[in-house]
């Protein structure tokens, strides 16, 4: 009887593991993308930033805002119709010292429509820092179409406003001058970064937006020429 018992038991047992063993683990929460405020003499802009999809952009452009390399930088460029441009400048057009350039990701399918955040570079599709920029309108132009030169490369997506548009078109609406190293473009009055934090940290110390990172940055980045003027080459650094 004993014996008959235990091997019922033992028929048993192995499905009620099997059983066990097949249950679904509890889902993972999934992790939200980072947000960042931007807070600006004109008002607050909030962006989402996609580090699925350019994670070495949005690791970048998250450093420089955790370091505090953006309080009191300006917006220094505004051009109503294409792109609204900071992230380089100091109130007196001084350039900051910026980190090493990051690899362009501008071929990861995401595209410079309005309201998103690209980040700003030279002619060589690689030499992107610290500047960044606000498209105005569906910049479509300024999209990946190939390798084969630095025009065609186009510019890192790696974000978008969720929070304040009407902030970005404020400052592209106010009128421009040319001051400092820049022949126009310049909002009139200034438009100040007067500081930058990631949603759900503390914002960065003092102490740390006056450390000086690796390298020197030069003349400004431009993504392109104006629409109504002929394409150009991007200039510059930063």
């Known amino acids: 009887m004993l014996k008959c018992l235990l091997a019922t038991l033992l028929l048993i047992l192995p499905p009620t593991l099997a059983a066990q063993t097949a249950r679904p683990a509890p889902a993972t929460p999934a992790t939200p993308p980072p947000q960042v405020v931007l807070r600006t003499s004109q008002g607050d802009i909030t962006l989402e930033l996609y580090p699925d999809k350019a994670p070495k952009s949005v690791a ?3 450093q420089y ?3 505090g390399f953006y309080d009191g930088t300006l917006l220094h460029r505004a051009i109503p119709g294409y792109l609204v441009q900071g992230g380089l400048y100091t109130r007196d057009l001084q350039p900051k010292r910026t980190r090493s350039a990051v690899a362009s990701e501008a071929d990861n399918g995401l595209s410079n429509l309005r309201g998103t955040v690209a980040v ?7 030499s992107g820092t610290a500047q960044f920029f606000f498209n105005l309108v569906d910049n479509r132009r300024l999209d990946f179409v190939g390798n084969q030169s630095g025009l065609t490369w ?3 997506v790696f974000g978008k406003v969720i929070k304040g548009m009407e902030v970005v078109d404020k400052i ?3 009128p421009t001058r040319p001051l400092g190293p820049f022949a126009g473009d310049v909002p009139n009055p200034l438009v100040l970064i007067e500081a930058a ?3 759900g940290e503390e914002a ?3 102490a ?3 450390a000086a990172p690796a390298t020197a940055a030069s003349a400004t980045t431009k993504p392109a020429a104006r629409p109504d003027r002929k394409a150009a080459k991007p200039a510059g650094k930063g």
Request: aromatic share 8%.
């Open 65 to 67: 805002v955790r370091d």
């Open 208 to 210: 740390a937006s006056a």
């Open 120 to 126: 700003a570079r030279g002619a060589d599709p690689n």
């Open 60 to 62: 970048n452009f998250l």
């Open 204 to 206: 960065p110390a003092t």
């Open 172 to 174: 592209a609406a106010l």
């Open 154 to 156: 186009g510019y890192t």
């Open 197 to 199: 934090h990631v949603v």
